[in-house]
């Protein structure tokens, strides 16, 4: 207790410094993603250690993952299609891995749908998209890698036998590929076909992500019958100074409801979302705005704003989302993957896997229109072992700390709403700030510097006397006009281990919340062994983290609730279940 609360500001400047060094030096850090290590590509598991490894989360039982590439529904089945290393625990050797399920919670892992096999996409088949045509015939578009110098084309596949409802066997034309770029397009930046949508004309839409000179594009591409395709004479959406954009997503939604719509959608009451990967720094961002369906243009809303000042996903370890809609539940849903943190290939090798897609998420507009709220699909529910009703009303002063018993702490999904009785002792938001990234803010104001309102939340994976612990949490701040909430995912303190490589960073994001008529804010967050899923305000901001503890492990993690400034904290309410692990054939 006391070696958490303790504070210095001294302190606080040196673990800051610190961690700005580390981010600088590895800015590929949650970026570790596509690092090629040649002679390790091919270096198959010899056994897969468990220690780390995610109970509820997907994951292959071994080797290297990364991007969804085109979860879909169909004839009463989920599929989920992603790039996967079937010889080897780092990328490389790149196939469309396949896993088909019921309730998209428990998998069946069949053969990968796609090889790299042919000379349309002979050096990989990279990332794409599934779309379902008339006649309910689904189809999947992909990037093919045609040369060695990473020169990108657009193909397609179908499946061999529709009546199989599994879909196991998928055949890729010999017309392929269908869309090859001209010369004002960067070969080497032109991947990640978008799910299509019909317009009105009867034209098919995809968007593919693109960069000309530093400017990120959402090239357009239209046509009549899936096979032959046209580029547009401009992108549908395109912005300066935000590099290549990957894994792009376009789709309507509601303004009434949030239910989900499908991609050609054509009614009244909506908004649309472009979404993109970053290349430039591997996070996900999306804008709000309007589709000028005449014109062919996508127009963010004027607070809608592009590129690293904008909205994301997920403020963690999270990229190359892929969003699909489910017409089983009337809902639109994203998966991401998440990459590991102890970035050193040799960690990889030794654990015999590498990488998760985190939980998916019913995803809708919130009622502001301003932007996206995100929350663990409702299956996921259904993993929920004994409930532990832990406390309602109870009030935790400054520097009290609160331990959640009774259940497995590495392994738990967690709802607490806290409550307090006035703003009056919020500190004063720096102006030196204004230009920081949320995340060094975090740096620099962490769960153990004592403050007015806040810090106040969870400190998850603790071991029992705090040697290392991952903090999740609120901080409230008086700004010149308004109040501005922090939240934090804080991982620098997760970890005994010493390794200079590890990327521990104190992700964080801003929570656009009203706090003076309702002076509540809450927290959710999905603890499996090496990550924590957070959502705040209802899944308003989300942030996801990779941790590698080496004590708090298993039956020796510890969960606590704490508040570590000097306004006192109401826990209304604190639902907390252990999780039990899916079925993975």
Request: glycine content about 6%; charged content about 20%.
């Amino acid at each position: 207790m006391e070696l958490f609360m303790k504070s210095s500001s001294l302190w606080g400047l040196e673990i800051y410094l610190f961690c700005l060094f580390i981010v600088l030096s590895n800015i590929n850090g949650v970026f570790a993603s596509h690092n090629i290590f040649l002679d390790l590509q091919s270096s198959s598991a010899i056994s897969v250690k468990n220690v780390h490894r995610t109970g509820f989360h997907f994951q292959p039982p071994k080797h290297w993952i990364n991007d969804p590439n085109a979860p879909m529904y169909y004839n009463g089945v989920y599929h989920l299609f992603y790039q996967y290393n079937p010889k080897g625990s780092v990328w490389g050797n790149i196939v469309w891995a396949h896993s088909v399920s019921k309730d998209l919670i428990n998998w069946i892992h069949l053969e990968p749908a796609i090889y790299p096999s042919k000379k349309f996409d002979k050096y990989g088949a990279w990332s794409g998209s599934a779309t379902i045509l008339p006649n309910n015939k689904p189809v999947i578009l992909y990037t093919g890698v045609v040369d060695s110098h990473d020169s990108q084309v657009q193909n397609y596949a179908i499946p061999a036998n529709l009546s199989d409802p599994f879909l196991r066997k998928w055949i890729k034309p010999n017309n392929n590929p269908l869309i090859v770029p001209d010369n004002s397009i960067n070969k080497t930046k032109f991947r990640d076909p978008t799910t299509a949508w019909m317009g009105q004309d009867g034209l098919w839409r995809i968007v593919i992500g693109s960069m000309r000179k530093h400017r990120g594009m959402a090239l357009l591409y239209r046509s009549r019958d899936f096979i032959k395709w046209a580029k547009a004479q401009h992108p549908l959406h395109s912005s300066p100074h935000t590099g290549n954009w990957e894994c792009p997503d376009f789709f309507p939604v509601s303004l009434k409801n949030t239910n989900g719509l499908d991609a050609s959608y054509r009614g009244k009451n909506v908004k649309y979302v472009l979404k993109n990967s970053l290349d430039v720094n591997r996070f996900e961002y999306y804008t709000i705005g309007m589709y000028d369906t005449k014109k062919d243009r996508y127009i963010p809303d004027n607070n809608s704003i592009d590129g690293s000042k904008g909205l994301r996903l997920d403020y963690g370890n999270f990229y190359a989302s892929k969003s699909f809609y489910d017409p089983m539940k009337n809902r639109r849903i994203v998966w991401g993957w998440t990459n590991e943190s102890d970035v050193l290939p040799d960690d990889e090798i030794k654990k015999g896997w590498a990488g998760i897609q985190a939980i998916p998420r019913k995803v809708w507009l919130d009622p502001s229109g301003k932007q996206l709220i995100q929350w663990p699909i409702e299956e996921l529910e259904t993993l929920r072992k004994q409930k532990i009703i832990q406390l309602n009303n109870k009030k935790l002063s400054k520097g009290e700390m609160f331990e959640v018993k009774g259940i497995s702490a590495s392994q738990a999904d967690i709802e607490v709403s806290f409550s307090f009785s006035s703003l009056n002792k919020a500190e004063q938001f720096d102006p030196k700030w204004a230009d920081l990234y949320a995340q060094d803010v975090c740096a620099i104001k962490g769960s153990t510097i004592q403050g007015g309102l806040g810090p106040f939340g969870l400190v998850t994976l603790a071991s029992k006397n705090l040697e290392e612990y991952t903090p999740v949490f609120f901080r409230v701040f008086k700004a010149q006009k308004n109040y501005k909430v922090l939240m934090c995912s804080d991982a620098r303190r997760s970890t005994m281990r010493q390794n200079e490589a590890m990327y521990k960073p104190s992700f964080a994001g801003y929570v656009d919340v009203d706090l003076v008529d309702t002076k509540k804010l809450s927290l959710r967050s999905l603890i499996d062994n090496s990550v924590v899923e957070s959502f705040g305000a209802g899944g308003k901001t989300c942030i996801t983290s990779r941790v590698y503890p080496t004590l708090a492990i298993h039956n020796n993690a510890h969960l606590f609730v704490f508040n570590n400034g000097s306004e006192t904290i109401t826990i209304e309410t604190l639902n907390a279940w252990s999780m039990d692990v899916p079925k993975m054939h």
